[in-house]
């Protein structure tokens, strides 16, 4: 059973950037179900894998997006990115070195970063972007 499921309040209303938001809900509900079957540890490293090509692929997107077309906040939140990119480094190398297996340490990240980062931190760009036509 999902964790999450896509609900209009996570829409920026810029389709690409939606439909990467939506890949992020299917990691942790990916993660949420391997820990409900016991299998947390086994599906830890691939998911935190896929994150991390997520981070620079959608965070590739977004700043292309803000460069094009000159949002004013763009310092800021790509500052954001580098921080979470780094948080997904770093739990990368707790889980291969051992100190970490704790998958709801990774859970509680992804939802953090649905609730927080999109819920907040992107809702703002969303506005400016549409008034540049961006879709």
Do not use: R
């Not at 389709?15 to 391997?34: F, V």
């Not at 820990?35 to 894998?49: C, D, F, I, Q, R």
């Not at 990119?85 to 970063?113: D, P, R, Y």
């Not at 649905?114 to 907040?120: A, N, P, S, V, Y």
């Amino acid at each position: 059973m999902a964790l999450l499921t896509w609900q209009d309040k996570y829409s920026v209303g810029i389709k690409q950037i939606d439909d990467q938001h939506k890949q992020l809900i299917i990691m942790i509900n990916e993660l949420n179900d391997a820990m409900l079957a016991g299998k947390g540890k086994e599906v830890l490293m691939p998911v935190l894998n896929k994150l991390a090509n997520y981070c620079v692929s959608h965070f590739a997107v977004e700043e292309k997006l803000f460069d094009t077309h000159a949002y004013p906040e763009t310092a800021d939140h790509k500052d954001k990115h580098h921080k979470m990119t780094a948080k997904v480094t770093a739990l990368i190398g707790e889980v291969q070195s051992g100190k970490s297996t704790v998958s709801i340490e990774v859970m509680n990240f992804l939802k953090n970063w649905l609730d927080k980062h999109i819920m907040e931190t992107d809702q703002k760009y969303s506005p400016y972007l549409k008034s540049k036509g961006v879709k």
